[in-house]
């Protein structure tokens, strides 16, 4: 849980898709998807978004429900440390509908603190397949009330986001491979310590020279693949550090390392977590056994494959 704790502190987006982007949440599309959806539910509804992050989801909730005056009441959980106030705090006009939300930090979908009965639809985009499938499910419809639903936007196994996923995640294996992190943390330790054998000026020149070729073979393995796009963000963060080598930078290199496994990490969750179509049945057979029925359907965006709807009714 600690890749996406430090994503929620760092990031300056309400979404989890806008890494070093000042995002407002979702959009377009999206945004109507459940615009559409928020429109059916009765004024004054009890509504939880489950596996909120910063919140994008419940903000655009309470945006619609503040604009056709439906009074609702919107709750949102997630299992990291979140603490969406103070990090969007820059933000005046999002952080005062941050505020009409109820966060719940450190709360799994598997076990909700709400009691039996009590909410009339629980939401989720992209966050409630990171959890335990069936005990999430369980658990949403424990606390929804008899007439209650369950929406949520899923990733798809076979999606654009998923396959962006894989070429990050190959991409992030080639630097692996090639030991960049060891050769720039060896350049960088030396412009942080006191020459011995060699001079300093020669150390820190072959070593250039070697960090040097092992970005031109990155960008060769790379030119023309899916993974292109993921080595020139990596190469144009952390080129800075050696443009003009010195003290303090083996802190940012440091820091960076940190952000890029945290990166990785979070990655290999959402490629975990993506529903296959047989995924997508068994969770409906699962719904069905337990008394209830489900739809779940593909959900195209600019006539891509974007995600999976799921609809659960209690
Ligand atoms: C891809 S992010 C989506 C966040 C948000 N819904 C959004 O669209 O920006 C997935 C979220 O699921 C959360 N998560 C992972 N496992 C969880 C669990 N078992 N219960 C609740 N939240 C969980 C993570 O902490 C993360 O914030």
Known sequence: MEHWNSYWHQTKSLNSFAEDESSPGYNGAVLDYWHQLFASFPTGSTILDVATGNGALAVSLVDFSNTVKANFQVLASDLAAIQPLSTIAAQPDVLKLLRQVCFYSETPTEQLPFAQNSLDAVISQFGFEY?????????????????????AMIHHRSSVLTKDCESGLAFYSDVAD?????????????????????????????????????????????????????????????????????????????????????????????????WSEQDAEDFSACVLRAGHQSNISPFLLDNDLFGWTLKMTK
């Open 131 to 151: 959890s335990k499938r069936k005990a999430a499910m369980q658990e949403v419809l424990r606390v929804l009330k008899p007439t209650g639903s369950f929406s």
């Open 178 to 274: 090639c030991h960049f992190f060891a050769v720039a943390t060896e350049l960088l330790t030396i412009a942080d310590s006191e020459p011995k054998q060699l001079s300093s000026q020669q150390r820190t020149q072959y070593l250039n020279k070697k960090l040097f070729k092992l970005a031109q073979d990155l960008q060769g393995i790379c030119v023309n693949t899916t993974k292109e796009y993921w080595c020139q963000d990596f190469l144009q963060r952390v080129s800075p550090l050696f443009m003009q080598v010195k003290p303090g930078h083996l802190q940012l290199l440091k820091r960076f390392q940190h952000d890029i496994l945290s990166h990785e990490a979070r990655l290999n969750d959402q490629l975990a977590s993506a």
